[in-house]
């Protein structure tokens, strides 16, 4: 049978434009549907913007830090506008540099929402098009609750384009979405409460690094109420919200804002028309190479529910096209020692094994652990500290997890990925010579176990 293209991507995300260009390089012939925006949830409405967010946050901080080096300026003012318009011209090159990928890597641009009409044809706009394989990397969308007034609440899509900053927030939510827009809406001067049900946010996470940062947030007057969740919202007369808690506390607010998770975009795709198949928590099921129950097609990404990591993304992207057409080039996806990094601040920057896991899986311990005040922070009033924390197989001397909460603790933990990645031992780490004054120079001069199995 003929077809109009060796490939068909729905979503022109991370994950989906790596295949995408990728496949074309391979001499396929490719198209991608896009209905939103290129470059996907990071580029737009997630890590991108988000961490230009973080960057203006983090000016309140430098601005009070500097007094202590000498530096006399009047009384700082933000303008809110200002940095949403600068971020949203910085999304729109980036948007551009996502286009010029693809036409550059001869992939057809088609924008508009795809339907899968049956295993091999898919509609945008009216037209039909064929192709042999398709792979879906539509990403997922924010949930809100199902409680009376959620129709007054924002989630992330919506916080990027505020047309001025709230006074006051309620960020509802414990995974790092939640955290880190806590934290922004903290650092730009809101008053900020952090809203989680649980006991202490971040599950999954370091148990050390969770409460470290819990008291480092804290310390900086970041309202924290773990145990709390909203049962209704109201609108006032005024245009301020009231937040019903389920305890019968009623907080008033400017905005809610909620990170409770992420669902994945299936709706509307017309995957009843084929063999499909989703799991339980509704993402689309595939097995190790991303094949769905209907041969001819594929998926990656958030959409599947396993590691929703924008690099993961970006993995399976190039493993997609790979198994399809460069298949001796082909290897699989390791989601082992994966670094992920949480942009609060201070930030958290992770890989390998938490202290808890490790134990779960029968390890016995060497737990090296420092908590330290940052040079930069020495000439300030600031008593802020790093936590860097790694987690040792007692047996082996292998290094199984490294852990840190501090300034630039993702920009550290990449390099250390590497060495994890290479099956490095403790003694690896003493016997390496330390960058000085350097904050990640401490992970190579921990000398003795803070405690041990």
């Not at 396993?306 to 493993?319: I, N, S, W, Y």
Request: proline content about 4%; aromatic content about 8%.
């Amino acid at each position: 049978m003929s077809f109009d293209f060796d490939l068909f991507v729905v979503g022109a995300g991370s994950g989906g434009v790596r295949a995408a260009r990728f496949a074309a390089g391979f001499g396929a012939r490719v198209a991608v549907a896009e209905s939103r925006y290129l470059g996907g949830t990071c580029v737009n409405v997630g890590c991108v913007p988000k961490k230009l967010l973080v960057y203006g946050a983090h000016f309140s901080d430098d601005f009070e830090h500097a007094a202590g080096f000498g530096w006399q300026a009047g009384e700082p003012a933000f303008d809110w506008p200002t940095l949403i318009a600068n971020k949203d011209r910085e999304i729109r090159r980036l948007n551009g540099i996502y286009r010029n990928l693809l036409e550059q890597s001869g992939v057809a641009l088609m924008e508009g929402h795809a339907t899968l009409r049956d295993p091999h044809t898919v509609e945008i706009g009216g037209r039909c098009v064929s192709a042999e394989h398709i792979l879906i990397a539509t990403g997922g969308w924010p949930q809100l609750p199902a409680i009376p007034g959620k129709e007054f609440a924002i989630t992330s899509n919506e916080a990027f384009h505020l047309k001025d900053s709230p006074r006051r927030v309620l960020v509802v939510g414990g995974g790092y979405i939640a955290v880190e827009f806590a934290t922004i809406f903290h650092g730009l001067g809101a008053r900020t409460s952090l809203l989680y049900r649980g006991e202490l946010f971040l599950r999954g996470f370091d148990r050390g690094v969770r409460e470290h940062l819990r008291d480092e947030l804290r310390a900086k007057g970041l309202d924290l109420q773990f145990g709390a969740d909203i049962a209704r919202i109201d609108k006032q007369a005024g245009g301020s919200l009231a937040a019903t808690l389920l305890d019968g506390r009623v907080l008033e607010t400017d905005c809610v804002f909620y990170a409770i998770g992420r669902q994945p975009l299936v709706a509307g795709l017309g995957l009843e028309n084929t063999g499909v198949r989703l799991d339980e928590r509704g993402f689309i099921r595939v097995d190790e190479a991303y094949r769905t129950a209907e041969p001819s097609i594929r998926a990656i990404g958030d959409v599947i529910g396993r590691v929703q990591l924008t690099p993961v993304a970006l993995a399976e992207g190039m493993a997609v096209a790979r198994s399809l057409f460069r298949p001796e080039q082909y290897r699989p996806v390791d989601y082992q020692l994966i670094p992920t990094a949480v942009f609060s601040l201070p930030n958290i920057g992770t890989v390998g094994l938490t202290e808890d896991d490790a134990r779960a899986k029968g390890h016995r311990l060497k737990i090296f652990e420092s908590r330290f005040r940052p040079m930069k922070l020495t000439l300030t009033g600031s008593q802020e500290r790093t936590l860097m924390k790694l987690v040792v197989d007692a047996d082996t001397d292998k290094v199984l997890g490294c852990h840190m909460v501090g300034p630039d603790a993702g920009e550290i933990i990449q390099g250390i990925a590497v060495a994890l990645k290479a099956g490095a031992t403790k003694q690896v780490f003493d016997d390496t010579i330390g960058i000085h004054p350097t904050a990640a120079e401490e992970f190579v001069t921990m000398r003795s176990a803070a405690r041990s199995d």
